[in-house]
Each structure stands twice: as C-alpha cells, then as structure tokens.
C-alpha cells in the first residue's frame, strides 16, 4: 500500500516553475513520475527533479520502502520517514508516493495518473540484475534525464569513512581528483564504475541559475537570515529552515566557506564542499537566496545590505570567532536576533556516526552495486556494438 503526501499546488502561470503547461484547463496536465531510494539526499537527486519538471507540469516522486532498498541493495541511510521529509522539501516536487514498487511498473505510473516516468541515464538494477526500468522502457513510458556528475550518496558515504578531505583542497589543487584511497566507495578516479565512481565536481554558473528562484524581495516583505555550514543538507536543517522561513517572508542562507567550517567543525569537516553546499541549500523549497561564502560574524554592513529584519539561529552551540567574539553581537544588539528550536535533534555528526556505525554493511553494499553496474554498463556497449554491426 502507497502513501501519498502532496506538496505544493498549481501557481498558475505555468512557466516559472519550471511546468510546460498552464494550470487553467486549457492543456492536459503531465504528470511526470520519478522513482527510487533517495536516501541521503543532494543536489544531484535535486537536479534529477528540476529537470523532470522541466519535461510536464507536476513531479510526482515514489520512494521505496526500508524493506525495499534492504532487500535489493543493503541498509539505507535514512529511514523511509526522513527520505519521505526530505524530497518533500525539493522545490520541484508536487507529491510524494512511499511504498514505489523497486521494479517500475505500468500499474503504479497508471495508479498515480501519470503519463511516463524520469530517471537519470544510470542504470539501476533489482537484486536479481534486473533493469528496474524494463517495463515502462518497453511501453515507451520512460525518458532519460543527465545525470549530474561528481556526486553520488556512494561518494559520500566513502568521504566520511575515509575522512578523505580533498572536497575541498584550495589553490591550484582545488580541483584534482584523489587518486588514492578505497575505490570502492566511489569518491576517487580510479573507481572502475561509470556511474558509482565520481570524476569531479565542476560547478559553473548555469547550474547556480537552474537552482535559483531569481526572485528578489518584494518590497515590504519582512527579510529572515540564517548561516552556518548546512553540510550533508539533512531533515534537521529542512525543519530548521522551515521554522526560520515562518518568521518574515523571504530567507536568506548565508553558508560558510570551507576553511571557517573547518575551523569550528574540525577533522574533514565540511564532508560537502561549498560550491555543493550551495545547491543542496538552493533546493531548499523554503530558501530564496543563498550567500556564498558568508562571513562568519553577521555584520552590521551584512544586515544593511540585505535590509535583514530577523537573524535566527538553532540551538546548536555557537562557537565565538578567535575564541572571543559573538558573531551574533550585532543582530542581538539591534534586538533582531531569535533563536529557534527546530524539534529535529538530527545534525551531521549523527549520520556521519551512523556510516561509520554500519561501515562493514555499506562497503559490501558498495563492492556489490559497482559490480553489478560494471555488468550492466558492459552488456550495454555489447548491445550498441551488436546494433551497429547490424
């Protein structure tokens, strides 16, 4: 049995959503379907929807149940009520269905009035080997969206257990790609799969515009700013923000670059650099803006600029800058700083503690998902060069 939750309704105008269509009856609705794990969650399952929802009207997003994903490709991260929470809060998704069948069937497409299903050009396998696809690809009910390149929950997980730290390395090395380390966690260039293996992160401004709303405050609204490091962006953050967002009319998330989180955080802290930090945080369907590489003080040439009214803060401690300075001194002396309780007690250092908790688990899950895709990737240059030849 499939939970539905919906997400959002029709804004009218059909374009600046993303949607092909307008809401007012004159075209038939498409309703795009996506499906999968959506465990840890990040941009570039992000990017997956907002291109989805370039190609209809309405994203409708199944995830499958804990019992799923165990079955077919061992413990995922998250529970099934955190990924449910955290794909909600995906800009680009309409409704969210928990208990998607792992095989993709023209039942569930037919169930939720959906007109074909979206998915990356990776390719996802049962435990049986099976292309989780076939049978919607059969009925000419599938389309194929980029996948986003350099990311992958694999290459997280493997950053964590490693405590690699070239995410974010400086200078001229900022963008090397590690060349030691385990290659079967995904996060170095020697990792044999296409798709599991990671090159490197290449952020470019396009991809800042895709994830950006574009919208300025309009004039009287009341403004909310936050910052931090909103690293592995996760379900305490989303109900952070959501609390935060309650509080005026437009929020604004000022992220920390990488050396100040390290500095306060420690060990290979931040685990996603900034320029990823920006786009999970950008997804966000509360946030309108991001500043990157925010000061780590909120200042007083900060609050003017933005015309901040409100600075909210979470209950998390607040580490002084130089071991003596409040970097909350002026919002608290203009009376406009609160601090919120989020009534999520999750932060980063607890999903990092549950990696590091199943290691053995997700290696072996990781070593049995790149060989399983290292098979599929092969049958399929078989099959292009048996088309050719023919």
Not at 14 to 19: A, H, L, P, Y
Not at 114 to 121: A, K, M
Not at 246 to 267: A, C, E, Q, R, W
Request: proline fraction near 3%; glycine fraction near 8%.
């Amino acid at each position: 049995m499939s939970e539905k939750l919906m997400n959002g309704n029709c804004n009218g105008n059909g374009n600046s959503d993303g949607s092909n269509n307008k809401c007012n009856g004159t075209k038939k609705e498409v309703r795009v379907w996506c499906d999968g794990c959506y465990d840890m969650v990040h941009f570039g399952h992000a990017n997956s929807l907002r291109q989805a929802k370039a190609l209809g009207d309405k994203v409708i997003v199944g995830i499958h149940t804990d019992e799923e994903i165990t079955k077919n490709k061992g413990p995922p991260v998250f529970t099934e009520k955190e990924r449910v929470k955290m794909v909600s809060g995906i800009k680009w998704v309409d409704e969210v269905v928990l208990g998607a069948p792992y095989v993709t069937t023209l039942e569930v497409l037919d169930d939720n009035n959906c007109d074909f299903c979206v998915h990356g050009d990776d390719i996802t396998m049962t435990a049986e080997g099976v292309d989780t696809y076939h049978l919607v690809k059969s009925a000419n009910r599938y389309k194929e969206v980029k996948r986003t390149a350099g990311v992958s929950t694999t290459d997280l997980v493997g950053r964590m257990l490693l405590l690699t730290r070239n995410h974010f390395r400086q200078g001229s090395a900022e963008y090397d790609i590690e060349k030691e380390g385990s290659s079967n966690m995904g996060q170095d260039s020697t990792a044999k799969s296409p798709w599991t293996g990671c090159s490197q992160f290449l952020p470019t401004t396009q991809k800042i515009i895709q994830f950006s709303d574009g919208k300025s405050p309009n004039p009287g609204d009341k403004i909310v700013y936050v910052a931090g490091a909103f690293d592995l962006f996760h379900v305490g953050h989303l109900d952070f923000l959501e609390k935060a967002s309650k509080f005026g009319d437009y929020l604004i998330v000022g992220l920390h670059t990488d050396p100040v989180v390290n500095s306060y955080k420690g060990s290979n802290y931040p685990i996603m650099n900034l320029h990823e930090r920006v786009l999970s945080v950008l997804a966000c369907k509360f946030v309108n803006e991001v500043v990157i590489g925010a000061p780590y003080c909120v200042t007083e040439d900060l609050v003017d600029h933005f015309k901040i009214d409100i600075v909210c803060h979470g209950r998390t401690p607040i580490a002084l800058e130089n071991g003596k300075i409040d970097p909350y001194a002026v919002p608290k002396t203009r009376a406009i700083f609160e601090l919120l309780d989020s009534g999520n007690d999750m932060t980063t250092e607890r999903i990092v503690e549950r990696i590091i908790s199943h290691r053995l688990e997700y290696e072996r899950r990781n070593k049995a998902k790149e060989k399983k895709e290292i098979e599929a990737f092969e049958a399929l240059q078989r099959q292009k060069q048996t088309q050719k030849a023919g």
